[in-house]
């Protein structure tokens, strides 16, 4: 191989090396997007199972409170107006 051939085939090797590198930035800036996307769809759904937690947590804690006070009251749960003996 002369030296003319060796430096045309390092020159198209190069060209060749510059556009796979092109087209990996644009892939990479796509996938880039795209996880950006995913890390906010991730974020809203903890977002959104932590508010169902605390709903939960907070559904647990008035059924006990409930239960507490109709113990107090002897087994009735009174939500209306003032406490009367029966």
């Keep these: 191989m002369t030296l003319a ?7 198209t090797e190069l060209q060749s ?12 800036a796509v996938l880039e997007f795209e996880n950006d996307s ?11 199972r932590e508010v169902e937690r605390r709903e939960e947590a907070s559904g647990e804690i008035e059924s006990g409170m ?9 087994g009735a749960i ?3 107006g003032p406490q009367t003996d029966h």
């Design 5 to 11: 051939s060796e430096i045309t085939n390092l020159e």
């Design 17 to 28: 090396s510059r556009v796979e590198a092109e087209a990996l930035g644009k892939r990479n």
């Design 38 to 48: 995913l890390k906010q769809q991730l974020a809203k759904a903890n977002a959104e």
């Design 66 to 74: 409930a239960a507490i006070v109709a113990r107090r009251n002897g």
């Design 78 to 80: 009174h939500t209306d």
